[in-house]
Nanobody
């Protein structure tokens, strides 16, 4: 059974940090592009970051550039999203997704077809 499980979310103060993990089971992440998306209440889902299967390219939304870093550890079958200098506007449910696309990823949800259940990130004082 193909499954993606996110973890690492929580409540953090503005300026704080969190590291989200996306662990795969039932398949290996090698060569799959992995994306992180988020959805805040009343807002559309937003592509936050993604990393290509070869890890040769990454994408970041303008709103998170310089603050978020995506990485992958294929040996652990896990992709990470390190988030620093968090802002209240980063509050959302964060989802990871896998897609068997070639080349660069752009953060488009249409490129991904396996999704996790999400983890809540709340940035508040």
């Amino acid at each position: 059974q193909v499954q993606l499980v996110e973890s690492g979310g929580g409540l953090v103060q503005p300026g704080g940090s969190l590291r989200l993990s996306c662990a795969a089971s039932g398949f290996t992440l090698d060569w799959y592009a992995i994306g992180w998306f988020r959805q805040a209440p009343g807002k559309e889902r937003e592509g936050v970051s993604c990393i290509s299967g070869s890890a040769s390219s990454t994408y970041y939304a303008d709103s998170v550039k310089g603050r978020f870093t995506i990485s992958r550890d294929n040996a652990k079958n896990t992709v990470y999203l390190q988030m620093i200098n968090l802002k209240p506007e980063d509050t959302a449910v964060y989802f990871c997704a896998a897609g068997a696309l070639l080349g660069d990823c752009s953060g488009s949800a249409a490129d991904f077809d396996s999704w996790g259940q999400g983890t809540q990130v709340t940035v508040s004082s």
